[in-house]
């Protein structure tokens, strides 16, 4: 007899047994265990005959435990035929996708394991992003979507890199410290984020060697049109929720771009180079350089130059808190700072209104995001 | 047509090769001169800030050297005088992306079509001051009355006669304070030129209004009433053989000492 978890469903393999009594008596062994209780249970039944009085008993046992009988895998249209009546729902349940129940559990409840998450993330005031970070959820979309609601709070930017892996690496203790403790189901979604964390990491470590890299980056030149068009500034209202249209192949291209994600202040000489979205927590000075084949977002003040869409995608996007970069370049277009927007340097004050640059007509207009 | 390339360098950081190089520059302009400015600071660049040309850099020197463009794309006009011209530096890089033979390639294309290639050079007298002057016949060296500065300068000026590609070299003496002089706390312009023993090319007084020039991206050559702009208009006009007498920096702040300066100045006339 096998027990193992599927699709958060505590599965009782009883494939082997031939009798009604005999399967009975097994479940009601099986059923003592502490683990079982408060669960959806799935029973795998073998060739055996179930008449409705015998599946019954079998329900009301499982009924007696706090559990629920909600699934039935079994070979006999008989039995099949019985359980459809009783309202039990009759699949398949293969025991190679499922995970063995081992004796301890490494996982905890997923409601747990998230409020533990996001308690420890609060206190250190970066619930924003780390949580769209877990949720598996494009960066791009989480700031913009939070960014009306949440006030923003200065982002301290010196060795802000260091901390970040320290900070990860408190997480990934958390984590073990979870995993030792014994539990009773797996939730798939749990998982999958772990793996999405160990990526982040890895990332940083890739960061690192692209900012701190001794071999100079090299940057991408294209063939600029119109070298000497001014950006425009526009104050106008605009939707952040794009009205639904046909998706050309250049969205789908930007929305399968991977992320970097930087938590640093980019400094005069810095080159960053990715071939994806680029998300930069902390300012770009003058002199610096981020080039990116998606969307470059800088929760900061943009001063440096920027290129999205540099492999030629059009609809490629740069978005800032403050938007006073030197130029602008988005796939083959190109745009300076206006001459009268010569400021020596911009005041940080905790009020800015976020602005985003697109291709419209072929020219690069910058658009503030008001409410 | 041949054009003159001239170097300005001076050793130590920080005496004005910059702003000098911006000033001169847009004063040939100014005069009616085909003039190109090369920025050599690779990595630590300026003169675009100065001229206020930043936001109009697509190519720079390194894309030019790795012909990733060409020469003539890489010159930023300037804003008002369309005889001036920028070749900015590249700021991600370092000096090692530019070789000597390199900017000497460069300059050797520019003199054809250029009266002035003014050379920005950097500070120190490694291999981005060895690069600067490869190019360059003539030399500037800025330097101000300090003696960190002055004793910087004569080490500039020993590495510039002892270089194959200088033929002549003229100082620049830079923020001097005439009060200052007066009161004997600062090196003469008469002791600096004795200990150096080399030819002056150019007073320039101390200014505040070079502060505020800087931080608006306007060379100071501009403001007509300014005497630091007066001063570098003429240098300008000495670098192109003219001979100008030195100007009289010696302008007291005060309200008293300017109506002491302006009734002594009513007796020499009423003598003559």
């Known amino acids: 007899m096998e027990q193992f978890l599927n699709d958060n469903m505590y599965v009782i393999d009883l494939g082997e047994l031939n009798t009604a009594p005999e399967i009975i008596f ?13 669960k959806r249970i799935c029973l795998k039944l073998g060739n055996v005959d179930l008449n409705q009085a015998q599946l019954l008993s079998i329900k009301s046992l499982i009924n007696g435990i706090d559990s629920t009988l909600s699934c039935v895998d079994t070979k006999s249209v008989e039995t099949e035929k019985v359980a459809l009546s009783l309202g039990i729902i009759v699949s398949n349940v293969s025991s190679e ?21 996001t308690n420890t993330e609060a206190e250190e005031n970066e619930d924003i992003v780390e949580e769209s970070d877990i949720n598996g959820e494009s960066l791009n979309d ?56 160990e990526a982040t990491k890895e990332e940083i470590q890739d960061e690192l060697d692209v900012i701190f890299g001794s071999t100079p980056s090299q940057t991408v030149f294209y063939d600029m049109q119109h070298p000497t068009e001014i950006y425009e500034e526009r ?14 192949k250049e969205d789908i291209e930007l929305e399968s771009f991977p992320t970097k994600y930087i938590k640093q202040t980019i400094r005069s000489g810095q080159v960053i180079n ?79 209104t976020p602005e985003e640059a697109r291709i419209v007509n072929g020219e690069i207009v910058v658009f503030k995001m008001n409410d | 047509m041949a054009g003159r390339v001239i170097v300005i360098t001076s050793g130590k950081g920080g005496v004005g090769k910059t702003t000098t190089s911006a000033n001169i520059g847009t004063a040939l302009a100014k005069n009616g001169h085909s003039v190109v400015l090369v920025d050599t600071d690779i990595g630590l660049r300026n003169l675009d ?116 590609g200088i033929e002549s070299y003229k100082l620049l003496l830079n923020r001097v304070r005439p009060n200052m002089i007066k009161s004997k706390d600062m090196m003469s312009v008469e002791d600096v ?5 080399c030819q002056k090319i150019g007073v320039i007084p101390e200014d505040t209004g070079i502060i505020t ?60």
């Not at chain 2, 053989?241 to 006339?269: N, T, Y």
């Open chain 2, 213 to 272: 020039s800087t931080n608006r991206g306007e060379p100071i050559v501009n403001n007509e009433k300014s005497l630091a702009g007066k001063a570098y208009m003429n240098v300008a006009r000495r670098i192109n053989g003219e001979d100008v007498p030195f100007l009289d920096i010696d302008e007291p702040k005060d309200f008293v000492g300017k109506l002491k300066k302006f009734f002594s100045g009513l007796k020499k006339q009423g003598k003559e």
């Open chain 1, 97 to 117: 996708n499922a995970v063995e129940l081992a004796p301890t559990m490494p996982y905890k409840m997923a409601e747990e394991l998230k409020d533990e998450v």
């Open chain 1, 26 to 38: 097994e479940l009601s062994s099986v059923l003592d265990k502490e683990e079982v209780k408060n």
């Open chain 1, 274 to 352: 990715y071939e994806g979205n680029i998300v930069i927590i902390g300012d770009c000075h003058p002199g610096c350089e981020v080039t990116a084949f998606g969307d470059i977002t800088v929760w900061g003040i943009l001063s440096g130059i920027a290129h999205a869409g540099a492999g030629g995608n059009q609809k490629a996007k740069v978005r800032a808190l403050k938007m006073n970069a030197i130029q602008l370049r988005i796939a083959n277009c190109y745009s300076r700072r206006p001459d009268s927007l010569n400021t020596v340097y911009i005041e940080k004050t905790n009020s800015f």
């Open chain 1, 142 to 197: 989480a700031i913009i979507e939070d960014n009306q609601k949440i006030a923003f709070e200065k982002t301290e930017n010196s060795n802000i890199l260091e901390e970040n892996v320290e900070q990860k690496q408190e997480e990934s203790q958390i984590e073990q410290e979870l995993v030792e403790e014994p539990t009773k189901t797996i939730n798939y979604s749990d998982i999958d984020n772990n793996v999405v964390q």
């Open chain 1, 235 to 248: 104050e106008e209202l605009t939707d952040i929720i794009v009205p639904e249209q046909e998706y050309t």
């Open chain 2, 49 to 164: 800030l100065l001229l206020g040309l930043e936001n109009r850099i697509v190519y720079t020197l390194v894309d030019v050297v790795e012909e990733r463009c060409k020469l003539k794309q890489a010159l930023v006009k300037d804003k008002k005088n369309p005889n001036l011209c920028l070749l900015a530096a590249a700021q991600t890089r370092d000096k090692s992306s530019v070789s000597a033979e390199q900017l000497k390639k460069i300059t050797e294309k520019l003199k054809k079509d250029y009266d002035y290639i003014l050379i920005d050079c950097p500070a120190g007298i490694e291999q981005g001051f060895q690069t600067a002057i490869a190019g360059a016949s003539e030399a500037i060296v800025v330097t101000t009355p300090e003696m960190s500065a002055v004793r910087d300068a004569d080490r500039i000026i020993g590495l510039l006669e002892a270089s194959d």
């Open chain 2, 193 to 197: 030129e004795n200990i150096l023993s």
